[in-house]
């Protein structure tokens, strides 16, 4: 449709010139900062509002606090990305009940069981928002989009020392402002919904259950 | 009189005045919604830099409009994503239908999209044989209805409980009659997987189009726009044209402010990047991304310097849960894809002044909508500048169906009223007639009628103006 975009682009480009916009004054959303330690108490308690739930950890133990929880949780299956440096190392740890599952194949190659026999998906995160509560995460080939979508719980690693201040700085401490992958986003709970009577419901058609496994590396 | 294709707000909002569960729905969630959003705004110094801030970037935006989707078609084709452009409804839903045959694509799921709406995209595709499922809980329940949204965030807002409860149990198959709102969301949950499992093609809207990375910006808290944009082989993002920012710093107050002033959430529960299909390595994804451009008149309400502020909006809807009009006759008296205050302004000048005159006056004037707006539109001032549009002929303006919303009864009396005033005697004579003998006119007179049905007849004072302003010189002197 080259007409409709030169026609388009003709008439937005003939409209007559505006007078200058309005200053830019970035100072609202630049002194939203605060100290390491203060930015895990805020993000926490902004997701945990939101029903996300936070297991501790320290650097060394996290692959077993994810264990833990699976044998506890009665998880049967746990997929995750072999290709990342959590997930390789999620494996060589792992000695729980749950088998894990690599995802290491084209979707199309086990689709239905994807979205009926997985219990858990296990996901690296790249960073977390302090303002609001909320974890960044980088799907891609070592660790795909729908790990953190289609199974019933997600779990995903976020190390402390990775919040930042809000999505504003993150996007430019990321360097997300000048290329990004594929996909990318911010998850700040499980997924829920408000459509009947206002009335919050959880689970509707993402992850039923958040567990963030906090890595505590702040020194 | 009003011409027959003119759609009259002013009767469907009488006929939606006596419907007590439709208002009891929609008072309840607007002031829950008031409520929610007022709480997320503690400091309102905070809230007006944030405010500012937010217009000033949607300003800027809007003066590069042209270069920026230049670079946004640029920056998408370099990721892979396919750039269309459409004028109008018509392009758009065909541009749609191509990319769907041409995959061989019959099932079909969707995230939430008012441009979709507004394209009537769902019908057209039916009519192809192309199923089109929404799966936003709220668009689900009214799409099993056969009803459009009736709110641009809580399209469902005006069903309660126990009306979702009734519905699917007579439409979902082996569905339990249940009012438990975890319940009810639990069959849909069910529905709706197999449906995303299943889907060949997904499509969505667009919150923000970024254009220097090529990157589709989206808000929700469900995980179907992710489900729909992410499962299928392939996904159809389509924007208004006026969705486009320079970057994505850009994009992190807009979203800040967006769901506060939607729902009164500091964040959602997910903001979806998307910046190109399924890459090198990657395991799933869709194969091919396309996005279609949609203008549908706004490159015309671009062409108006006042009117130009209607594209700032980012589509929060707090205009319409703050309107003491809209809470009381909820969104389907607008007989319009955008109700209340935004959909006051925009419908009129996408569909024109003259057949949407009615929904022009629909309004007191009262001022909330334009106080609550994130990115400042003088929402009532551009209302009070359509209605003079709507009833003049300004050869400088640009607005669809400038002057035809004039009746020819409105046209005969300003004529009548102009002749007389050329005429100080004749005046002088119809004004002593109209004071003494004024109080003489039935109630049920033409014109008057419309006043005396809720309020007295006004009587006219026994002398006029002129009259008693002479007298009173006469005393001075």
């Not at chain 2, 018509?90 to 008012?114: C, H, P």
């Not at chain 2, 309107?323 to 969104?331: F, H």
Request: hydrophobic fraction near 40%.
């Amino acid at each position: 449709m080259t007409e409709a975009r030169t026609a388009i682009l003709e008439r937005l480009s003939a409209a007559p010139a505006g007078g200058p916009p309005p200053l830019e004054d970035t100072a609202v959303m630049a002194r939203r900062h605060w100290p390491a330690a203060e930015r895990v108490v805020r993000l926490r308690k902004g997701m945990e509002a939101v029903r996300t739930e936070f297991l501790e950890a320290i650097p060394s133990d996290w692959p077993s606090v994810v264990q833990d929880f699976c044998d506890h949780e009665g998880i049967r299956n746990l997929l995750y990305g072999p290709g990342s440096n959590d997930g390789a190392a999620l494996a060589t740890a792992w000695d729980g009940e749950a088998t894990l599952l690599p995802y290491d194949r084209p979707v199309e190659a086990f689709k239905t069981q994807l979205f009926t026999e997985v219990d858990a998906g296990f996901t690296s995160t790249v960073g977390g928002i302090a303002e609001t509560g909320g974890i960044l995460l980088m799907p891609g080939p070592a660790e795909p989009r729908l790990l953190s979508l289609v199974p019933p719980i997600h779990i995903a690693l976020l190390r402390a020392s990775t919040i930042q201040d809000s999505l504003w700085s993150a996007i430019t401490n990321l360097g997300w402002g000048e290329s990004l992958p594929p996909n990318a986003l911010l998850i700040s709970g499980p997924s829920k919904t408000a459509d009947i009577e206002q009335t919050l419901a959880y689970g509707v058609h993402g992850p039923k259950r958040l567990i963030v496994v906090l890595v505590n590396d702040l020194r | 009189m009003h011409a027959e294709t003119d759609i009259l707000f002013r009767e469907s909002a009488a006929k939606a005045l006596l419907d007590p569960q439709l208002r009891a729905n929609f008072r309840r969630a607007m002031d829950g919604l008031i409520t929610k959003r007022k709480a997320q705004f503690p400091d309102p110094e905070d809230l007006q830099e944030l405010r500012h801030l937010s217009t000033a970037i949607r300003s800027r935006s809007l003066l590069n409009l042209p270069a920026l989707l230049v670079q946004l078609e640029a920056a998408c084709t370099r990721n892979g994503i396919q750039v269309h452009w459409a004028e109008t409804c018509e392009q758009a839903n065909q541009l749609v239908l191509d990319i769907l045959q041409a995959q061989g694509a019959t099932r079909l799921v969707k995230g939430k999209s008012m441009v979709s709406e507004e394209m009537h995209l769902n019908a057209f595709l039916e009519s192809h044989g192309i199923e089109a499922l929404e799966s936003d809980l709220g668009e689900y329940i009214i799409q099993l209805d056969g009803e459009t949204p009736s709110h641009i965030i809580m399209p469902a807002i005006h069903k309660n409980k126990d009306q979702i409860a009734r519905q699917f149990s007579q439409k979902i198959k082996d569905a339990k009659y249940t009012e438990d709102v975890d319940e009810l969301t639990a069959m849909a949950r069910k529905v709706l997987r197999q449906k995303f499992l299943e889907a060949d093609a997904g499509i969505s809207g667009v919150n923000f189009a970024v254009a220097n990375t090529g990157t589709l910006c989206l808000v929700e808290n469900e995980g179907n726009g992710r489900m729909s944009t992410h499962v299928p082989p392939l996904h159809i993002a389509i924007m208004g044209l006026e969705k486009v920012v320079a970057r994505l710093e850009d994009v992190a107050p807009l979203y800040a402010i967006l769901t506060r002033s939607a729902t009164g959430q500091a964040v959602s529960t997910y903001f979806n990047l998307i910046s190109g299909p399924r890459g090198e390595g990657e395991k799933d994804g869709p194969q091919a991304v396309h996005l279609v451009i949609l203008d549908n008149g706004r490159s015309r309400i671009y062409g108006d310097p006042q009117l130009q502020a209607t594209l700032r909006c980012i589509r929060c809807g707090a205009c319409m849960n703050h309107c003491p009009v809209y809470t009381r006759v909820g969104g389907h008296a607008y007989e319009a894809t955008y109700p209340g205050p935004i959909g006051k302004i925009l419908t009129p000048q996408m569909e024109g002044v003259g057949v949407r005159h009615d929904l022009l006056h629909g309004s007191s004037l009262c001022g909330a909508c334009g106080e609550v707006c994130p990115v400042e539109i003088p929402i009532p001032d551009i209302l009070v500048r359509l209605r003079r549009e709507a009833t003049h002929q300004d050869p400088a303006s640009s607005v669809a169906g400038k002057g035809t919303g004039r009746t020819d009864a409105e046209d005969r009396a300003w004529r009548l009223w102009a002749a007389l005033s050329k005429r100080p005697g004749l005046y002088r004579i119809v004004t002593w007639f109209a004071t003494r003998f004024g109080w003489a006119l039935p109630s049920g007179a033409p014109l008057l009628r419309d006043w005396t049905r809720f309020r007295t007849k006004p009587v006219p004072a026994r002398r006029s103006l002129s009259e008693r302003m002479r007298a009173e010189r006469g005393s001075h002197d």
